[in-house]
């Protein structure tokens, strides 16, 4: 390479040097639009108690949803994602609770679409781990996770969260094939118009462990979820599952967890352009937020941590710190 002229010919730090040109040649930002806000639901009336492993973070019974919801809303978040800390005594090994119309998640669901009709978008997981006493996410049969079984299963809750008026159906299970299955029923029910956002790429992680206590898994998981949830040594097989998926019928894609893996998040939107979403999870919240209650990190590292999700092509970020973005965008 030639350079030719006074050195340096070009200044890099010019578009740097005032705060209005810093923003005028902004590759990424963030906006409300950005963001998908998890809320976990619990039995009762009138609760919202917080959740020891994640601060800042709440449980809240169906009749208070109003108080976060409300705040999402004026905060332009476009969906949230219902999930349920279902009581012990309702849990068996088959999870039958997944498929009671009057289970958490479709009081929910029936709770936010007649307050709110379309101002929101609703989507719900399509999993058993929240409803099954062994904490896994499908059916057991001498130690091993039956897929084809739980696929079955998986395709009636998938059914009934959409009768009770759920806009997203998001399989979380990673079994194989349940895509195509579910998309299949839900087409021959006259559901055509609900979209399924697929956890595709979902690792099997050591960061969801404060996600599990806010569900009530943590204590009763037997083993592991490595026969099914993806190695995290690997990055081609993760193009294989989307690649299978969106064949199937997957309108979006995820990837979680979020920040180890931006490069499978960039793979992705870069090999084939649909729109993927990244779960930044449980652990990584509760991580970023003890630092900063600790004074180790800035609260401005939750921004650059958020932003960089969009760099690497995520459409949209699930993250608990969505109920905080008045705060955080500023």
Known sequence: MIITGKYPNLRMRRSRKEEWSRRLVRENSLSGSDFVLPIFVTDGKNRKVEIKSMKGVYRYSVDNLSSIIDRAINNKIPMIAIFPETNKKLKDLKGSEALNENNLVCKAIRNVK???KNYIGIMCDVALDPYTSHGHDGIIKKNEILN???VEILIKQALLQAEMGCDVIAPS???DGRIGKIRKELDRKGFKKIQILSYAVKYSSSFYGPFRDAIGSKNSLKGNKKTYQMDYGNSDEALREVSIDIKEGADMVMVKPGLPYLDIIKDIKNRFKIPVLAY??????????NAIKNRILKPEAIY??????????ANAIISYHADYLDKILK
């Open 114 to 116: 007649k307050k709110y």
């Open 148 to 150: 084809d079984e739980t």
């Open 173 to 175: 299970d990673m079994m």
């Open 280 to 289: 930044q999870v449980s652990g990584e919240y509760s991580l970023l937020t």
């Open 304 to 313: 650059e941590t958020l932003l960089s999700f969009k760099r690497a092509g």
